[in-house]
């Protein structure tokens, strides 16, 4: 069986009782909100990622302030040829406060939208579970950084 791992950064953007989300186009055209942020680079630092993640996809430069947690997925897949697999995703998330920039959609990205979205508006949003732990992580803090709403089948 194939596996693959994929290491990513993400912020939690809170101003003002809102909430930075940028909006993912999966392959199927279905769009969700989600927390900025992406894949690392091989070599990069997370730190590193998380803020030229931001940039890319949101126009904002950014200051990670708080390491708030890490979150683990676990999905099966079928490779192109039928064969199966196992992809693990790893997600590190930061909370982070805007230093400078702008607010502008990604070019050729992943995401086709960012924008500020009020806090009490979320639940009703079309969005990954990402936002939910996120969210869980930025307002409890658990000492050990992992999410109450994490899957517990994934460890």
Do not use: C
């Not at 993640?53 to 079928?78: K, N, Q």
């Not at 992809?87 to 400078?100: K, N």
Request: proline share 7%.
């Amino acid at each position: 069986m194939k596996q693959e791992l994929r290491v990513a950064a993400y912020a939690v953007v809170v101003r003002d009782d809102a909430i930075l989300l940028a909006r993912w186009v999966a392959k199927d055209g279905t769009r969700r909100w989600t927390l900025p942020g992406g894949g690392m680079d091989h070599g990069e630092e997370p730190v590193r990622t998380v803020v030229r993640e931001v940039e890319e996809e949101t126009g904002y430069a950014v200051e990670p302030t708080a390491l708030l947690g890490v979150d683990s997925i676990l999905r099966g897949w079928i490779a192109r040829l039928g064969t199966p697999g196992s992809f693990q995703g790893l997600r590190i998330l930061y909370e982070a406060r805007i230093t400078g920039g702008a607010l502008r959609p990604e070019t050729g990205g992943s995401t086709d939208l960012a924008a500020w979205h009020p806090l009490d508006s979320v639940p009703s949003l079309p969005r990954v579970e990402l936002v939910d732990i996120g969210l869980d992580l930025w307002r409890e803090r658990p000492p050990v950084g992992r999410s109450r709403l994490a899957d517990p089948t994934n460890g």
